[in-house]
């Protein structure tokens, strides 16, 4: 019977999901981060863009 070494329980994984998270402004429904295209796959997530965030909030980013 052998003892499994300590190295092999915890071995450093750094798991980096090829996940696309694509950005669009949830006003204008335009990308942003300057994506040209929404990928089917891609998870979308929403932000506000810049014209949106000063004409509606008068914020300027
Ligand atoms: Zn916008």
Known sequence: MQAIPS???TRPTSP???LTIHVVCAWCD???RGEPQRAPAAQ??????????RQHFGIVL
């Open 7 to 9: 190295h092999q329980l």
């Open 16 to 18: 980096r999901p090829s």
């Open 30 to 32: 335009r990308p942003m």
């Open 44 to 53: 979308v997530s929403h932000g506000i863009c810049h014209p949106c965030a």
